[in-house]
């Protein structure tokens, strides 16, 4: 049986390389993109089983790449993990986590991401 | 000229409004931490890149916000002993790739564009995930059409799509992503890499930097990981000191790559030395990350050989048998998992 694939979408490169050390070292496959516009193409490409999406983004950020992809029925079933840097950790932004639900995103992690849970809610949705 | 193929990379950053301080000196007369690290963190300064390289003098390069550029100077300047060649650079700005997959024909590659386009360079750090140059602003259009020479990036076909795509305004060196402050700095992970070599080489010129980027393309058509490299200025002499480290095993290959394709440079060689590699989150950042590092191990008295910050992560170099105590202490001063994997490995 082939090993689950798992995108990772974020436009910090060392958080991306840790996350994917962390899932490569559990056995999933991992694919890389660094921003939302690159996210699109790369789900194009090959569906992910579970897509790991941070919120602030170039091009196109987090909330509107998850609401294009709950809205379009080819990609509406792939699992959706958000990273919200957003909260008491940061209160200098100015995402909120009432545009997450409303983009229907299947789990929310708050930044700083702690590995464990992360990888525990990706585990969750395959 | 050597004719490469292009290497398909995912991703390329450019952040503008920096200011660039350099400092040289002998050992001990500029203290990593309390003479730069401590002041700057006191100051709320923010550290977005930093390499610094030990030898027989210590050369640091730093990069801050413009605004706070003078005032890292100042602080800088004050605290470093008469000996010390301190050199302010306004208007910089770092240029990173991403990933390098700690492949050297990538960082060679990145290396080799920054001498095809002749820019002045003020410094190189790598991260796990990226390497990063330190430059003058009015060089960025240069070394980025000279970048898409040398790679294919998956989300920009040309130096155009690349700079309308750059989000209003700019992204800028003194962006501060997240704000937080924790009593204890949380990391995603501490990755300890026993067994390396340390190399070293002063490089005077564009040909120089070139042929050095040979070396590494020619490490990495061997399979050979580069799980660390930075460089930093010698002012008075005008060269770049590059540091790298490669698998302690290959002394003899590596060596004679060098020679070859370095003919005339002095090289510096280490060995064993150790490197610890604190992935994030976000300490290109926030201020102070830096300076709860150094000083930890200069409480400790663990020398460093080398380090680079920039991107999310501090990656630093020390002497194989500091090892143990080095990991001890980092694991007190921040809130690490207990298991980290250990990331990409091999030769």
């Keep these: ?126 | 000229m050597e004719k490469f193929e292009r290497i398909r990379i995912g991703g390329l950053k450019v952040m503008e409004g920096g200011a660039c301080v350099a400092a040289s000196s002998p050992p001990a007369a500029l203290r990593l931490d309390a003479d730069v690290c401590a002041p700057l963190a006191r100051n709320r300064i923010n550290l977005t890149f930093l390499t610094h390289i030990a030898g027989d003098h210590d050369h640091q390069v730093l990069c801050t916000g413009a605004e706070a550029g003078g005032t890292a100077y100042t602080l800088v300047k004050t605290h470093a002993a008469p000996e010390t060649a301190v050199q302010l650079q306004p208007g910089a700005a770092i240029v990173a790739l991403y990933p390098h997959d700690q492949r050297p024909e990538i960082i060679g590659n990145f290396i080799r564009s920054l001498a095809r386009a002749r820019v002045r360079l003020g410094g190189l750090a790598s991260s796990p995930s990226a390497i990063a140059a330190l430059l003058p602003f009015r060089h960025a259009k240069a070394i980025v059409g000279q970048l898409f020479e040398n790679f294919r990036f998956s989300a920009f076909a040309s130096p155009e799509d690349f700079f309308a795509a750059q989000p209003p305004p700019a992204e800028l060196v003194e962006k501060v992503v997240a704000t937080y402050q924790e009593k204890v700095i949380k990391v995603y992970c501490i990755v300890a890499r026993p067994d390396l070599d340390l190399w070293g080489a002063g490089i005077s010129s564009a040909t120089g930097l070139e042929r050095l980027a040979g070396a590494l393309m020619d490490l990495g058509e061997l399979g050979w990981r580069l799980p660390f490299l930075a460089a930093a200025p010698e002012l008075g002499s005008g060269e770049l000191l590059v540091s790298f480290s490669t698998q302690g095993d290959r002394y003899g290959e590596v060596r004679d790559i060098l020679a070859r394709r370095l003919p005339g440079v002095k090289l510096m060689h280490l060995a064993p030395v150790a490197g610890l590699f604190l992935h994030g989150p976000h300490f290109g950042d926030r201020y102070g990350i830096a300076h709860t590092l150094t000083e930890a191990l200069e409480k400790a008295h663990i020398p460093l050989v080398a380090l680079s910050c920039t991107i999310s992560s501090i990656s630093l170099l020390i002497r194989q048998q500091e090892l143990a105590a080095a990991q001890l202490v980092l694991g007190n001063t921040f809130a690490a998992p207990v298991a980290c994997p250990a990331g990409p490995s091999g030769p």
């Design chain 1, 1 to 126: 049986m082939s090993a689950k694939y798992v995108l990772i979408v974020d436009d910090d490169p060392d958080l991306v390389e840790t996350v994917s050390m962390m899932l490569e070292s559990k056995g999933y496959e991992v694919g890389k993109a660094y921003d939302g516009v690159e996210g699109e193409e790369a789900i194009k490409q090959r569906r992910p089983d579970v897509l790991v999406l941070d919120v602030m983004m170039p091009r196109k950020n987090g909330y509107q790449l998850c609401k294009e992809l709950k809205s379009n029925k080819w990609t509406e079933e792939i699992p959706v993990v958000l990273l919200t840097a957003v909260g008491e950790a940061v209160p200098t932004t100015s995402y909120s986590h009432a545009e997450g639900l409303a983009v229907e995103a299947d789990d929310f992690i708050p930044k700083p991401v702690d590995a464990a849970t992360l990888v525990e809610a990706v585990e969750r949705l395959l």
